[in-house]
């Protein structure tokens, strides 16, 4: 049987994250509240469980996207300029 594991943050969306240089990310500004930060935790928490195949298949943008993703629904409805907290949820290889 498969290892079980699940991994799970929470962080803040925020437009006007975007202006703080300090929330920046490797790809420039960031919408989400210290991502590179909550990305970092779950890949420790893997490598700390003993799950080298979780942090193996960790990867930064894939992360982001799927923070992206879980935001663009309200923000369609909502607007831009509300803030949202988001739980990104990693389980059995699926982020």
Known sequence: ???V???LTTTRYDSYLQRLSWNNDVQGPCSFLLLPYHFDRLKDAAARHAWPEVSASLQYDAFKAACVDAVAPRREIAGPAQAFRVSPFYADGLL
């Open 1 to 3: 049987m498969a290892a």
């Open 5 to 7: 594991y699940q991994l």
